[in-house]
């Protein structure tokens, strides 16, 4: 198995794509909502600045803080061994 780790952080491409999936789920469950960032933000006890970084896929986001906003969306994160 090829090593996909750095010090620094996953290096695999496939890694900004779920990155950016999940800013494309969350901001559609935003919308379907009818909720702005802001609206989201104050229901999920998160800030405006967290919801624009995590519907941009910014990949230092806290993973406690998108476990709170996905739960408001009724999303759930799933883990799955990697084929």
């Known amino acids: 198995m090829a090593n996909k780790f750095s010090r620094s952080g996953i290096k695999d491409e496939s890694y ?3 990155l950016g999936a999940i800013a494309s789920a969350v901001r ?3 919308r379907r909502h009818h909720l702005t ?3 989201l933000a104050g229901l999920s006890g998160t800030g405006l600045r967290f919801i ?3 519907e941009r896929g910014k ?3 806290s993973l406690h ?5 996905l739960a ?3 999303l759930q994160l799933r883990v799955v061994e990697a084929s």
């Open 16 to 18: 900004s794509e779920e």
């Open 28 to 30: 559609a469950a935003r």
């Open 37 to 39: 960032q802001a609206q």
């Open 52 to 54: 624009s970084e995590l």
């Open 59 to 61: 990949p230092s986001i």
């Open 65 to 69: 803080k998108m476990i709170s906003v």
């Open 72 to 74: 408001v969306l009724g």
